[in-house]
């Protein structure tokens, strides 16, 4: 018997998720020590090294908007299009709250831990270690419109994570496709 929406949902979970732990392991074999869902000044990151101010946030591609993964749900448009928007905004809180207190913040795909794990390791490293280091873009979707006409287009609008005012956005064909782990 299939599961209902509601039923499968209520299955995910926010924490200790499977490219968490990949990402940590791999973190822990590279000799890194980092404290696990560590309250910071603004909220539990999923990898905290406290001493040196470093947050590391593995975010779903679903939940958080990645622009090359995120699918939009067919029913309850309202809803979905809300709970993006309103992860979208804590995620930009938390980031530029942090950063503002001294923090460098990694924030990484779900995707990006089965796809490139030892860069993400280095990148880590690298903010650990480098003055020089910077934060990356970070690109979400903030909102899907379905276009009518022939296919199954939609425009995606997307804004950088660190900067509301940098936005652009693209047509697509709607795709349900899921990344592939290796």
Request: proline share 4%; charged share 35%.
């Amino acid at each position: 018997m299939a599961l209902s929406r509601s039923e499968q949902m209520s299955r995910i979970r926010g924490r200790d998720t499977s490219p968490e732990r990949l990402l940590r392991s791999a973190l822990w074999r590279a000799g890194l020590r980092f404290r696990l869902h560590a309250r910071t000044p603004h909220g539990r990151p999923d990898v905290v090294f406290p001493k040196l101010k470093v947050a590391v946030f593995i975010d779903g591609c679903f939940w958080h908007g990645c622009p090359e993964h995120y699918v939009r749900p067919r029913t309850r448009d309202e809803f979905w299009s809300s709970k993006l928007q309103e992860n979208v905004r804590r995620d930009r809180r938390q980031t530029l709250l942090l950063e503002e207190e001294g923090w460098r913040v990694c924030r990484f795909w779900e995707h990006q831990v089965f796809e490139s794990l030892q860069v993400l390791v280095e990148y880590v490293r690298h903010a650990l270690r480098d003055e020089a280091w910077s934060a990356l873009s970070s690109w979400r979707v903030v909102q899907v419109t379905p276009l009518a006409g022939e296919g199954d287009m939609e425009e995606r609008w997307m804004e950088d994570l660190r900067n509301a005012d940098a936005k652009h956005s693209t047509v697509v064909r709607r795709s349900t496709k899921k990344w592939k782990r290796p």
